[in-house]
């Protein structure tokens, strides 16, 4: 079965870090563009950060440049996302998905993403 399995996620302080994981099953992520994305109640989807395939590029949001990083190991069939610096705004779903289809470097346009982790609740809260 072809899926993504992410991890991590949970509880934390403001100002705290966390590290969400995104591990494909099933497929290589060396293939693929990899974009993290979150959604908070009431909220749309919205793109946080995405790393291009090719060259390990990245790309952010501005309301997470500088705080959060985005990486891969292709070793491990995984990209991750470091979370530092969190702030209470940061409460969301987090997803992590895949960008198949395109051979231009990635957007943070979820339409432009395939196949898609499960989410993982990030809260953050004194």
């Known amino acids: 079965q072809l899926q993504l399995v992410q991890s991590g996620g949970g509880l934390v302080q403001p100002g705290g870090s966390l590290r969400l994981s995104c591990a494909a099953e099933?497929?290589?992520?060396?293939?693929?563009?990899i974009g993290w994305f979150r959604q908070a109640p009431g909220k749309e989807r919205e793109g946080v950060a995405c790393i291009n395939k090719n060259d390990g590029s990245t790309n952010y949001e501005d309301y997470v440049k500088g705080r959060f990083t985005v990486s891969r190991d292709n070793a491990k069939n995984t990209v991750y996302l470091q979370m530092n610096s969190l702030k209470p705004e940061d409460t969301a779903v987090y997803y992590c998905a895949d960008r198949r289809y395109y051979t231009t470097s990635p957007t943070l346009g979820p339409d432009e993403y395939n196949y898609w982790g499960q989410g993982t609740q990030v809260t953050v809260s004194s």
């Open positions: 099933g497929f290589s992520l060396d293939y693929y563009d």
